[in-house]
């Protein structure tokens, strides 16, 4: 069976396009980082991939808000490609910065329902503080297609500094009823997202967003303590559950 090719969309700034592609490789996807502007130029670029990623970084060195001008590059020039991406079924996800692309686009968290990513605001941490560090994070979404057969916790790092997920109380609801929260922190709650969420899904379940990275935890050798004898706690679920789902579309 032929790889799946997966779009790693790059702009300018982005950083974290290598381990994507890295740890799309490792689970049987064909990564294909692609500059923003060769997919303006070539929408075919999009049609013709099974899976697109928004990895982390600092899109547009972060101006006007982390996220935005990516976003507004996105919506004003891609904006029916993008939806036609996802009602043909195909799986998209954002990865940090690539969360906060999302959710300016739209495409997260769902219709009618708002949501932000803001400084960090942790108890006992100054405000707006870029925090890099490890984190545990418990899978929780049966709708998304990322999370939906993950029951093991995956241990990944965080860096960033506008993570803190906040809604309205009625958002927050909606979120839960519909089960779209696709993950929260567990024990340790490093930017005081609302409820602990640390990535959330659309309601078609095929788009999923997440602050920290999965992507850079995929082998054993990648955990600080893998020397100690750690293991387990890897993204690479994450991914292949991707990748598996555009092999059946």
Same mark, same amino acid.
């Given at each position: 069976?032929s790889r799946p090719? #997966?779009?790693? &969309?790059?702009? +300018? /700034?982005?950083?974290?396009?290598? @381990? !994507?592609?890295? $740890?799309?490789? *490792?689970?049987?996807?064909?990564?294909?980082?692609?500059?923003?502007?060769?997919?303006?130029?070539?929408?075919?670029?999009?049609?013709? #991939?099974?899976? &697109?990623?928004? +990895? /982390?970084?600092?899109?547009?060195? @972060? !101006?006007?808000? $982390?996220?935005? *001008?990516?976003?507004?590059?996105?919506?004003?020039?891609?904006?029916?490609?993008?939806?036609?991406?996802?009602?043909?079924?195909?799986?998209?996800?954002?990865?940090?910065?690539?969360?906060?692309?999302?959710?300016?686009?739209?495409?997260?968290?769902?219709?009618?329902?708002?949501v932000a990513l803001?400084?960090?605001?942790?108890?006992?941490?100054?405000?707006?503080?870029?925090?890099?560090?490890?984190?545990?994070?418990?899978?929780?979404?049966?709708?998304?297609?990322?999370?939906?057969?993950?029951?093991?916790?995956?241990?990944?790092?965080?860096?960033?500094?506008?993570?803190?997920?906040?809604?309205?109380?009625?958002?927050?609801?909606?979120?839960?009823?519909?089960?779209?929260?696709?993950?929260?922190?567990?024990?340790?709650?490093?930017?005081?997202?609302?409820?602990?969420?640390?990535?959330?899904?659309?309601?078609?379940?095929?788009?999923?967003?997440?602050?920290?990275?999965p992507e850079n935890?995929?082998?054993?050798?990648?955990?600080?303590?893998?020397?100690?004898?750690?293991?387990?706690?890897?993204?690479?679920?994450?991914?292949?559950?991707?990748?598996?789902?555009?092999?059946?579309?």
């Open positions: 069976m090719v #997966a779009l790693v &969309l790059r702009a +300018p /700034g982005s950083n974290r396009d290598g @381990d !994507a592609a890295f $740890a799309l490789d *490792l689970v049987g996807a064909e990564p294909r980082r692609t500059l923003i502007n060769e997919v303006f130029a070539n929408p075919k670029l999009l049609h013709e #991939a099974q899976l &697109l990623v928004i +990895p /982390g970084g600092f899109s547009f060195a @972060d !101006a006007l808000g $982390a996220g935005r *001008l990516f976003a507004l590059e996105l919506v004003t020039r891609l904006r029916e490609e993008l939806n036609t991406f996802v009602e043909a079924g195909k799986p998209v996800i954002g990865i940090c910065n690539g969360f906060q692309v999302l959710v300016r686009t739209g495409l997260l968290p769902g219709a009618g329902q708002t803001g400084g960090n605001a942790a108890p006992g941490q100054p405000p707006g503080q870029f925090v890099c560090d490890w984190v545990t994070l418990q899978p929780v979404s049966k709708r998304s297609i990322w999370t939906a057969a993950l029951t093991d916790p995956i241990e990944c790092p965080i860096a960033h500094g506008e993570g803190r997920l906040a809604a309205d109380a009625e958002t927050l609801d909606a979120l839960e009823a519909n089960d779209q929260v696709a993950f929260r922190y567990a024990g340790y709650n490093p930017n005081g997202s609302l409820a602990d969420i640390a990535g959330i899904c659309d309601t078609t379940g095929l788009v999923l967003g997440l602050m920290p990275h935890h995929v082998l054993p050798r990648q955990h600080p303590h893998h020397l100690r004898g750690h293991r387990g706690g890897l993204g690479r679920a994450l991914f292949e559950a991707g990748v598996n789902h555009a092999l059946r579309n």
